[in-house]
């Protein structure tokens, strides 16, 4: 799409107003922040990682071009509305990248999502992805998302799940698993031992409310 690329070249760009401009004018027109996030961001940056994977644009370049990306997610954090009301038994989830992942923009478009709805949010953007089992077993969590951007993560995914379920305080503890990966492979969701996968950011809460319903409480 013409109006996206022409987005990730501002992105790579060092002018960081005109990348700011081009976001607020779609404010100005009255473009809803979710459909920003949607239908601009998640695609600039996923254009991004394509030419990263092409060799049409080096590290140090894509890695500047997400950070402006990630900058912009944040300034527009406000106004998609996180003053929500948290209910004394809100919902918990936990957002792990894997292992070697260099940009953690989706997990955090993904957190924005789940922000949104009203979930208490722990990580999404790095740095708890040794911790996840540790973690788990210590707090209680309704749900676990790990992102996992190439296959050459699966086996890792594979004995993280399997070790959360075994360590986690709530048992019935559901697991969601996001990245490109899933998408062009859905049955690698139940291969690693997962409980689902989502297509998107704004599906992801949606998808996690799913797992919760489905759970089967005990016999008394």
Known sequence: MAEVDAFV???????????????????????????????LLAPAARKLGVMWEEDECDFTAVTLGVGRLQLLLQELSSAFGHHVFYPANARRVLLVPAPGEQHTFGLSM??????????????????????????VGQQWFDVIGFSVGSEARLDWLTSCIKSVREASCNPR????????????????????????????????????????????????
């Open 173 to 220: 503890i559901g697991v969601l698993v996001g990245g490109p990966i899933f998408t062009l492979h859905p049955d690698y969701v139940a291969m690693v031992g997962a409980d689902a996968t989502s297509s998107d950011g704004k599906q992801a809460p949606l998808t996690a409310e799913s797992l919760i319903a489905k759970r089967v409480q005990p016999c008394s």
């Open 9 to 39: 070249q501002l992105a790579l760009s060092q002018d960081d107003a005109a990348a700011r401009a081009f976001v607020g004018q779609r404010q100005q027109l009255g473009l809803p922040i979710e459909m920003i996030y949607l239908d």
């Open 110 to 135: 993904v957190a924005e999502f789940f922000l949104h709805d009203g979930w208490d949010v722990v990580g999404g953007q790095g740095g708890l992805r040794d911790e996840a089992v540790g973690l």
